[in-house]
């Protein structure tokens, strides 16, 4: 029993004189009941092929840790769950598929829970499973209030083809997966997996009849055996090479002369040399062409990159905006290119909301079916939106260009190879044509979310400079620059990242981060426009090639303009325009370098090496007229953008 000391102050003098306290027994804690609760549990949505469909759950083994510990078990599947436990917060496991109850387990014994692939081939559906919090409250709401069930195997999805050049002396016999592993530990995800032969297992050789071609699907556990970097070329990733226990596939063709057999081995992974890795929940998309007794072409593709929407700028004329908000998948192999493949319903937005906004415009948000609507006051400004996860997490973000009745218009460029090119009429993010709205918003290199350098309102509706409020990190060395990847900048929009080498952030020299993976000294692209590109549908970044109009190599170092210098350039768009297009200089303003001859400062989708080892980290890809020639200058940072037509 709980003692509750009373000392009253009146009688000290007494009590002086006492050694026996008052006691009280304290009131006893109110007695909690269980409430009921209803979970929903999810996943990702995608057409089921061959016997196994891809979003079946069969059974659920539930299990949740807190002050008091709960088993459930769900032999049948109907959404919601539900379930009664007490109010409070627990660690929830959930194992989908398990194909049967699998009893009592301590909090320390399901880290160490293992699925077997007999499971998973027996029952035609895929072991799942969800790691996270639950926090259920005194009415029997829990948040989050569904679970997201990941896939514990991997999608392969491949076609074989023989070439029409050897197709009258080769003929396919049987595809085969070999040193498949045998189990799983579902909640050990990321590390290693087993280097113990004894632990994987071959599986059936499939026959393929003595046919030219050959498609199908197959569904792999996960298996981490890491890379070899000193493999550079594809026909390196042999098994000469490669760790003991990578999963392969195993290709038999038949030679027509004298029925001798052609083996074949290819090693899936997230790139065509180095990776031997096969992650769980991924989609591999192999692609292989025979060619010959000795060459085979292999086209590996992972689709592990996530993105939302079809751009990440959206103009709105009026007093509302609505775009698409799916996910999809994207893969780096595809130069981050928008695929429009759908990564599915576990994936989808729970809520929308604001980041930030230069002028009060946003007045609400309705997010539904994948599609969000911004509505405004019809005002101009510019502002910076998100959707998050059921756990409040962002997980894409875009900007919202507000300019009532006044679509950009284009520009018809025509550069020195005469080459044309639409150019939009006005820096990104630009609303007026005051010393302080013309000038636009700034883009970090690679990252599709822009900065300002203006006041802006906060989600609280508080008013400060943008670089002042906003956090701001400062790194130097490429360790650090490793925390703050492609992931992180995606769900941490409004954190601005600054380094003495901007290009060895989170970048690593990507250059098809916006669009052009390959640059060279060629009119137009190397690929299609990024998902991390930021400008509007229809537009893209720039080639490096789109101002060579403005260079004047008869005189080198003046540019092409019209008139005089006056807080910015009206540079010829061809030769011998007299109206030309104006490119603002941001002048007086502390976080814009300008050129020695005060050219704007301008960012375009080439990439190109640091000239130094210390280049200027506030600006990169300077267009600048140098020396005869309109070139790009070190350092990656911050900086305008005007986008060009695709």
């Known amino acids: 029993m709980k003692k509750l000391l009373i000392w009253l102050p009146g009688m000290l003098s007494m009590l002086a004189a006492c050694t026996e306290a008052v006691e009280i027994p304290a009131r006893a804690p109110e007695k909690q009941s269980p409430v009921r609760v209803e979970l929903h549990l999810t996943t990702e949505q995608q057409a089921a092929t061959r016997a196994m469909d891809e979003n079946c759950i069969r059974d659920v083994n539930l299990y949740l840790y807190g002050d008091t510990e709960y088993h459930f078990y769900f032999p049948s599947v109907s959404s919601p769950l539900v379930f009664n436990v007490l109010p409070g917060n627990y660690r929830s496991y959930a194992i989908a598929n398990a194909g049967q109850d699998l009893g009592d387990k301590n909090a320390f014994k399901i880290q160490f829970y293992e699925t077997a692939v007999d499971v998973m081939e027996s029952s035609d559906a895929i072991p799942m499973t969800d790691r996270g919090t639950l926090a259920v409250d005194g009415a029997g709401r829990c948040t989050p209030s569904s679970l997201r069930v990941t896939r514990s195997a991997a999608k392969i999805a491949y076609t074989i083809e023989v070439a029409d050049a050897v197709a009258p002396s080769l003929r396919l016999r049987s595809v085969q997966f070999c040193n498949l592993p045998l189990t799983i530990r579902p909640f050990d995800s990321g590390s290693i997996s087993s280097t113990v032969e004894a632990n994987y297992y071959d599986g059936e050789a499939m026959p393929v009849g003595n046919e030219r071609r050959t498609a199908g699907t197959a569904y792999l556990f996960e298996n981490l055996q890491g890379s070899v970097d000193t493999i550079t070329d594809q026909k390196d990733k042999c098994p000469e090479n490669a760790p003991a226990c990578a999963t392969y596939l195993r290709i038999l063709a038949e030679r027509s002369a004298d029925k001798a057999l052609v083996e074949y081995i290819v090693y899936p992974g997230e790139n065509n040399t180095s990776d031997f890795n096969v992650r769980r929940n991924t989609w591999h998309n192999l692609e292989l062409v025979i060619r010959g007794e000795n060459e085979i072409d292999n086209r590996v593709l992972v689709y592990d990159g996530l993105y939302y929407g079809t751009a990440n700028c959206h103009i709105c004329t009026g007093d509302q905006v609505t775009f698409d908000v799916t996910p999809y998948r994207t893969s780096r192999s595809r130069n981050y290119a928008y695929l429009g493949i759908e990564a599915g319903d576990e994936y989808a937005p729970a809520s929308a909301g604001l980041l930030w906004q230069d002028n009060k415009i946003v007045t609400g948000f309705t997010l539904a079916d994948n599609r969000l609507t ?7 400004g510019n502002a910076l939106v998100a959707v998050y996860d059921a756990g409040g997490t962002i997980l894409w973000s875009w900007h919202i260009w507000c300019l009532p009745n006044d679509r950009p218009q284009d520009d018809r460029y025509t550069n ?26 700034v883009y970090t290199w690679g990252r599709k979310d822009p900065f300002t350098s203006n006041e802006v309102y906060n989600a609280a509706g508080r008013k400060d400079r943008f670089i002042n ?15 703050y990847d492609l992931t992180y900048m995606t769900r941490h929009p409004t954190t601005y990242v600054y380094t003495g080498w901007y290009a060895k952030l989170y970048t690593y020299y990507d250059n098809a981060l916006w669009g052009d993976p390959a640059p060279v000294d060629t ?27 403005f260079e004047n190599y008869v005189f080198p170092g003046e540019p092409y303009v019209v008139g005089a210098f006056d807080n910015g350039y009206w540079f010829q768009r061809f030769r011998g325009d007299t109206k030309g297009t104006f490119y603002p200089v941001p002048v007086g303003n502390d976080d814009f370098r ?10 375009t989708g080439a990439a190109s090496e640091p000239t130094s080892a210390t280049p200027y980290p506030t600006v990169y890809f300077k267009f600048e007229i140098n020396s005869g020639w309109t070139n790009f200058e070190g350092g990656k940072g911050k900086g305008l953008v005007r986008c060009v037509r695709e």
């Open 416 to 441: 020195r190879a005469g080459e044309q090119f639409l150019v939009m009429d006005r820096n990104l993010g630009a609303i007026g044509t005051d010393l302080k709205t013309r000038y636009g918003l």
């Open 374 to 380: 911004v509505r405004t006051n019809g005002q101009r």
């Open 523 to 549: 009119y137009g692209w190397a690929s299609a426009k990024s998902v991390y590109g930021p400008c509007p549908e229809g537009y893209r970044l720039p080639s490096r090639y789109t101002w060579t109009a």
């Open 469 to 483: 409020h906003w956090p701001t990190i400062y790194t130097s060395n490429g360790s650090e620059a490793k925390t």
């Open 594 to 603: 300008l050129d020695r001859d005060g050219v704007a400062v301008m960012l």
